[in-house]
């Protein structure tokens, strides 16, 4: 009430003045000489700066001295004249906000309106402020909070709220509650300013600790890493995985963006957290350090399969820099589509298996030629060459029979197939028209095997031996094991088939044996009783046209063996207990790798100067990659 009558004793004090310094002529009436009387002009306003009910003297030329005729407003908003002069114009500021003043003169004939100088609007509050609150008390830059209180003001520019310092953006507001933006800023009280009233501390706000990054994503055990971040405490930070391992990263230096951290001898690959004591709670992240020991190859995760936490086979194959790799089956169970997922340069892998045409349930095989991969599904034969756009090139459903191997010469293509009933054959397939088409070239004497062509344009293939048992060939059972022997075929036409030996080695074959050749000089590689669940798994090499087969020696026979991979004069072969072998000299000698900590290979793959493994851990499958010896 005493502000008020404060006003009204000023604007009436104002008014008189104004009156005898218009009649003494001190303001400019009737002077020699008087401005032209067209023209408005604004010389002045006095105050600069203030809020709403307080008054304010317009000082110009040309004014009305009818104050009816005279209209003012504050950054659009019209203020109430109290009384008027040709060169003063005593106003009340309304409510309004920071920006120019304007006179407009209804009588004038040139420029009857014109803007003046800048009023920096403030309003004027007489209650006390208080905050109260804030919620949540820690979290993160760039996301909305909650401060609660009173006698905040609802129009969201009067009320300034800081953060250690650091302004933020008011995006809503009531006058028990603003609900703001949170700046960049470091962990420090909120501070509370509206209008003219003083600024009020609140409480602190906990700027939570923030992991962007790694640098770099793989290390060797005593080696050490980066992770980048921000608001990491001084002390007090723990490094350790999502998984809940026992596994912990120590911290040997820590700045408020980095802590540089060293791999101890029993850490193990996984996607990193970090926890702060300070804050109290652990950041899980997505971002996956790659352990390896201290013999392997410099291994990185570069993919992942989506909701894939098991591989029972793997498949991956290159075309120049691109790679598509798949785990075969869809894991975990009660899942009904594998993942496939394609690069452009190996380095990170996007999921394409919403992408095909159809929707699958395995896949056999990967194979690539001329810059196209050619992928082998329970639907059928699919083609793609970027992951987006898929052809299908050979219908399960239309031959009756599903798609194994591709072999190429040149535009002409070679197909494989296994039987979908016990009543219908294995076949072979050719197409010269890129799959548009297909011949029938035989009925393999084998199950649903490999196919492949050497150079010299002989074919070679294995599978389950068949037996036509009262018309129905089904599969025949060697020896005393429950699944039979690999036995060798040769073709020089694709029609014709003779087996070349009774077995490729001395291990009966469980989970569909991989069978390869070295194109360049035609030896032929096998790989038998591959399988997850066996114990022992024999890598054999022919070098007659598959007479007759040779253990690999020089790689260990006492273990599983489950990825297999022939390219040139290079063979890699990896297990489950984590060792990698790679031949480059035919298989005369074979050098041993690690693989990453905690990862068990199940297939591998080379292209250019790198190697791939697929892998699963216990949180999940990845594609890993290394530089290639």
Same mark, same amino acid.
């Given at each position: ?111 009857? !309106? ?26 993160? #830059? ?6 609660? /209180? ?21 995006? #809503? ?12 800023? !470091? ?21 939570? $600790? ?18 980048? /971040? ?54 899980? $992240? ?27 086979? /793997? ?28 690069? $452009? ?8 298996? #919403? ?28 083609? !793609? ?245």
């Amino acid at each position: 009430m005493k502000i008020f009558y404060y006003y009204l004793l000023s604007i009436v004090f104002f008014a008189c003045l104004l009156t005898a310094c218009t009649k003494s002529g001190l303001l400019g009436t009737g002077q020699t000489g008087s401005p032209d009387p067209s023209i408005i002009t604004i010389t002045g306003i006095n105050p600069t700066t203030g809020g709403a009910g307080s008054p304010l003297f317009i000082t110009g030329t040309n004014f009305s001295a009818n104050a009816g005729e005279d209209t003012v407003k504050f950054n659009g908003v019209k203020a109430t004249i109290v009384s008027a002069s040709t060169t003063v114009l005593a106003v009340i500021v309304p409510t309004s906000t920071t920006g120019p003043v304007s006179v407009k003169v209804k009588t004038a004939t040139v420029n009857s !309106t014109v803007n003046g100088p800048t009023f920096t609007y403030t309003p004027v509050y007489t209650s006390i402020i208080t905050v109260t609150g804030i919620s949540p008390l820690v979290s993160v #830059a760039t996301v909305p909070i909650v401060i609660t /209180g009173t006698n905040f003001s609802t129009v969201l520019t009067d009320n300034v709220v800081k953060f250690n310092g650091v302004p933020a953006t008011v995006t #809503a507001a009531t006058a028990s509650s603003l609900t703001v933006t949170t700046p960049v800023s !470091t962990t420090g009280p909120i501070t509370v300013k509206v209008g003219s009233n003083a600024e009020v501390t609140g409480p602190v706000f906990t700027y939570q $600790t923030v992991v962007t990054s790694l640098s770099p994503a793989y290390a060797k055990i005593g080696q050490s890493f980066d992770i980048i /971040g921000t608001d990491f405490l001084a002390t007090g930070n723990v490094v350790g995985l999502n998984t809940g391992s026992t596994s912990v990263f120590p911290v040997t230096a820590t700045t408020s963006t980095k802590l540089t951290v060293s791999i101890p001898a029993t850490a193990t690959s996984g996607n990193i957290s970090v926890k702060s004591n300070n804050n109290g709670f652990t950041i899980p $992240t997505t971002l996956f350090i790659t352990v390896n020991p201290a013999d392997a190859l410099d291994w990185r995760q570069v993919g992942k399969f989506n909701s894939q936490t098991y591989i029972s086979e /793997g498949q991956i194959a290159t075309a120049g820099e691109k790679v598509l790799a798949s785990p075969s089956l869809p894991s975990p169970p009660g899942t009904t589509t594998p993942s496939l997922v394609y690069s $452009t340069d190996g380095s990170s892998f996007t999921d394409v298996t #919403a992408n095909l045409p159809v929707t699958i349930s395995k896949i056999g095989k990967i194979s690539s030629n001329a810059g196209s991969f050619y992928v082998s599904t329970d639907k059928g034969l699919l083609s !793609t060459s970027d992951g987006n756009t898929w052809t299908m090139l050979f219908n399960s459903t239309t031959f009756g029979v599903v798609p194994g191997s591709v072999s190429f010469a040149g535009s002409t293509m070679y197909l494989a197939t296994s039987g979908t009933s016990s009543s219908l054959r294995a076949q072979f397939y050719t197409s010269t028209n890129n799959g548009a088409s297909w011949t029938k070239l035989s009925d393999l004497p084998f199950g649903g095997g490999t196919v492949v062509r050497t150079a010299n344009g002989v074919f070679y293939g294995t599978g389950d031996l068949l037996q036509l048992q009262g018309g129905v060939w089904v599969q025949f059972v060697v020896g005393l094991g429950m699944h039979p022997y690999r036995i060798p075929y040769k073709s020089t036409d694709g029609i014709t088939w003779t087996a070349t030996a009774t077995s490729m080695g001395t291990q009966d074959d469980y989970g569909g044996g991989q069978y390869l050749m070295l194109p360049v000089n035609n030896t032929l590689y096998g790989a038998i009783g591959i399988s997850h669940t066996n114990t022992t798994t024999e890598i054999v090499r022919s070098s007659d046209a598959g007479v007759t087969w040779q253990i690999q020696t020089s790689i260990p026979t006492s273990t599983n063996f489950t990825g297999f991979y022939v390219n040139g004069s290079t063979v890699l072969t990896t297990n489950v207990n984590g060792r990698v072998y790679i031949t480059n000299d035919d298989g005369s000698t074979y050098q041993s790798y690690g693989a990453p900590v905690g990862v068990s290979p199940t297939t591998i793959a080379k292209s250019g100067s790198f190697v791939y493994i697929i892998g699963y851990t216990s949180s999940g499958s990845y594609i890993f990659r290394a530089p290639a010896p």
